[in-house]
């Protein structure tokens, strides 16, 4: 009879607390006594994309170490780190091994209560949400924002699309508006007003003014507030440049198929679907309208 001497593939299960912060509890499997004389693995952070190397010094790779709690391994991302924005692959390294040989944690029960109807007091938006990939490995999206254009309610009337949101970090002031803007083609914008008290912004987009032209294949307009004279300065958008807007403020990591909302008629031959991307942003994609 021949015994395996494989080790199971380590879980974790992950809680999100009231300030954003992020534990984990790592399952590893019999023999946690094997970790001795305060030797224990790494959990790590790996940037997606982020290049090989062990990543340290370059933002890359971000080291948890762990502490044994009643029989499986904690470690905590604290609410005070502010990983890149993108997506962090979680893994395990051994004691012993090298940062190569990191392996993949599989994901467990995520506890993210507590992000759901966030309305931070600050301008500078930090969120951290731990998702399951396609393969069920765990990984956590990160976004840094500052300021931020958080997309609330969509609603249509003959006139259009109108958005609701929260805003952080800056302030409407005179020639504030919503430009949208399409993706591969900078000259090509269009800009309606944008209204709102503090805290607040609302706009009305004429999806028809998006399909001027023939459309001849699919076209995605990506959304941006300019806040006007008055609007404030950060280091996720500037005034001068806008501010994206997106929906980032709870629970979900990847909107594409969770917030799918009604195509409609766009002027002559075009279709007008407002849509998020997979990073969350609010935009609108125009594409020639089925035939008949």
Request: proline content about 8%; hydrophobic content about 35%.
């Amino acid at each position: 009879m021949t015994v395996s001497t494989e080790r199971p593939t380590p879980r974790a299960d992950c809680t999100v607390g009231a300030d954003g912060g992020i534990v984990f509890d790592l399952d590893l499997g019999p023999g946690l006594d094997r970790y001795r004389d305060g030797e224990a693995p790494e959990l790590l952070l790996r940037l997606r994309g982020g290049g090989g190397g062990d990543g340290d010094g370059d933002g890359t790779t971000v080291r948890l170490p762990t502490s044994l709690r009643g029989g499986r391994l904690r470690a905590v991302l604290p609410s005070t780190a502010e990983p890149a924005e993108g997506r962090w692959d979680v893994q395990v390294r051994e004691p012993d091994a090298a940062d190569d040989g990191a392996v993949a944690v599989e994901a467990g029960i995520r506890d993210v209560r507590l992000l759901m109807d966030r309305t931070p007091d600050t301008g500078r938006i930090a969120v951290r949400i731990p998702y399951p990939t396609a393969d069920g490995r765990l990984a956590v999206r990160c976004w840094i924002r500052a300021p931020h254009a958080e997309a609330g309610p969509v609603t249509f009337d003959r006139d259009g699309m109108t958005v609701e949101g929260a805003l952080y970090g800056t302030a409407l002031g005179d020639g504030a508006r919503v430009e949208a803007r399409l993706a591969g083609a900078p000259d090509r914008t269009c800009s309606v007003p944008a209204t709102g008290t503090e805290g607040a912004f609302s706009f009305t987009l004429p999806l028809d003014r998006l399909a001027t032209g023939p459309v001849t294949g699919k076209q995605l307009w990506t959304l941006w507030l300019v806040p006007g004279t008055a609007g404030g300065k950060g280091t996720g958008g500037k005034s001068a440049d806008g501010v994206r807007i997106s929906r980032i403020l709870d629970d979900v990591w990847d909107r594409r198929n969770s917030f799918v909302y009604p195509g409609r008629g766009a002027g002559e031959g075009a279709r007008a679907t407002p849509c998020y991307s997979g990073d969350n942003d609010l935009c609108v994609r125009i594409e020639p309208a089925p035939a008949r």
